[in-house]
């Protein structure tokens, strides 16, 4: 039989690619056919998200995904880093989407929900750990939401945009607003009454798997392309990672890692208690209605930012190269606190993380290699202490640590994470979210079957992670 051939688009909050798969029951290929920059914009009202940009490539990419060998291109679908949003009225958008790094709006926004509602009270509603750019802060601190009629994530932003379909909101991406029921799934509209949002701003929800039109006519005549059926996936890209991660038994955590860690395991239920608010802990709306249970860590942004920080002045420092010095750099390296939100705004990192030392009355690392091997000793040790918190807070057994993303491709990072957690580490897919919404895709299409489990098994058999076994005495 004939693969499925379908588009993948995912944006990252780095970069952004669509990539071409070939899928059927024995077989899930990528490749890769555009990837680019997305880098955002600060203008004299703060820091934005270049959208119509984003927009233009992935029509780019979709024409080299429709000219790469095989069959017909039978569908496309898109996802993105969570939280962000689009305001629209009558259809048009009103200013560039803001990033959720906007300090402005990261500054005001939880103050202004929380002499509403403190944090327990979001988080019994809501699920969801804090973080100062969930959408329902973001919402709180921007002056236009009352002249929108729609609020739209940015994946349903593009999808709007690439079918001229109707204005819906995929489910698990708006779980990330935090105006989500936990329970039921569906907007707490008690909820957005008491933030004074407009209600009307919040359209319908649809899960993953949900056909919402095809390529405009208008967009793809001109650049010789076919009216590609859309549909959704996990439109939040840890959503879509989670679904590729090769775990194939319980017992299972995750690390997805990008720009950010999310450290966690898959739940069929939330947990709701004490205990994980207060360890700040998440949960999330995945596909097939399962919870993410994870915490959010700082990630590969301190050391992507620490390099373009490096790089401003046209210097050539290459992050393979500072990490190739870093793991000769000799242990103990002392860590310092990866979560503090002084790393959160773009800007010159290696200074704040040498402040954080000097007031901690610790030497900062004199060099580029030790503060690259500190930021790993950091974030080993932070993602180390997250998995035993998911055990302890899940109750489940956590025996292995699979990491997919970018970092599955930082040896020495996966490696150390394996010492610190005193649990083997397996690595892959790297594409993992990519894989996630090519593997929604080609379910909702009927060429692969099952539940998610199902899917695993295929990407465990074409996707083997690489194994790394803690060191005795490694975790120094
Ligand atoms: C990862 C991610 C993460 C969110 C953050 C804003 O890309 O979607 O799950 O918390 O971006």
């Known amino acids: ?28 290929h990528l490749h890769e056919v555009h990837r680019f920059a997305n880098e955002p914009v600060r203008t004299s009202d703060g820091l934005h998200w270049n959208v119509l940009e984003l927009h233009r490539q992935i029509l780019t990419g979709l024409c080299h995904a429709h000219r790469a060998a095989g069959p017909p291109l039978a569908g496309l679908a898109v996802d993105s880093w969570a939280v962000d949003y689009g305001l629209l009225r009558q259809g048009r958008l009103l200013g560039n989407p803001y990033h959720y790094r906007d300090e402005a709006r990261t500054g005001t926004g939880p103050a202004l929900v929380h002499q509403l509602l403190p944090h327990d009270a979001l988080f019994a509603r809501n699920g969801l750990q804090y973080l100062p750019f969930n959408t329902l802060y973001q919402l709180a601190a921007d002056p236009w939401t009352d002249l929108a009629d729609r609020m739209l994530l ?12 109707p204005q819906l909101t995929e489910r698990t991406n708006a779980s990330t607003t935090g105006l989500l029921d ?52 996990g439109s939040h890209d840890t959503a879509s990672a989670v679904v590729a991660v090769p775990m194939t038994e319980g017992g299972a955590a ?4 990008g720009t950010w860690g999310l450290v966690g395991t898959e739940l069929a239920e939330p947990v709701l208690t004490d205990a994980a608010r207060a360890a700040n802990f998440t949960n999330e709306g995945g596909v097939d209605g399962r919870v993410r249970f994870l915490t959010n860590v700082m990630g590969l942004w301190l050391l992507s930012e620490s ?9 050539s420092v290459s992050l393979s190269g500072l990490l190739a010095q870093a793991a000769h750099v000799p242990l103990p390296v002392t860590v310092f ?14 200074t704040r993380i040498a402040q954080w030392y000097e007031e901690h009355g610790l030497p900062a690392p004199p060099d580029r290699p030790t503060l690259v091997r500190a930021i790993v000793e950091s974030l080993a040790h932070t993602f180390a202490e997250a998995v035993d918190r998911t055990e302890h807070l899940s109750g489940e057994r956590l025996t292995r640590i699979h990491v997919v993303g970018g970092g599955a491709l930082n040896r020495l990072l996966c490696q150390r994470l394996a010492d610190h957690a005193g649990r083997p580490v397996l690595a892959g897919p790297v594409e993992a979210t990519a894989l996630g919404n090519v593997l929604i895709q080609a379910r909702t299409a009927g060429t692969l079957t099952g539940t998610l489990e199902n899917l695993r098994t295929l990407v465990a058999r074409t996707h083997a992670p690489a194994t790394f076994t803690p060191q005795p005495d490694g975790s120094r």
């Open 1 to 28: 039989a004939t693969a499925l051939r379908v588009a993948a688009v995912d944006l990252g909050a780095t970069s952004g690619r669509v990539i071409a798969a070939e899928v059927a029951p024995d077989r899930l």
């Open 154 to 165: 940015i994946p349903d932003l593009l999808g709007h945009w690439l079918t001229g379909g």
């Open 182 to 233: 936990v329970r039921t799934g569906a907007w707490d509209h008690e909820l957005i009454a008491r933030l004074g949002l407009p209600g009307s701003l919040f359209g319908d929800l649809v899960d993953p798997g949900t056909r919402i039109g095809a390529l405009r006519p208008d967009l793809a005549r001109p650049l010789g392309l076919p009216e590609i059926p859309v549909t959704t996936v």
């Open 254 to 257: 995750f690390l997805s890692c």
């Open 307 to 315: 390099i373009r920080w490096w790089q401003r002045d046209g210097s």
């Open 337 to 350: 606190d990866v979560q503090d939100p002084r790393f959160l705004a773009p800007g010159d990192l290696p």
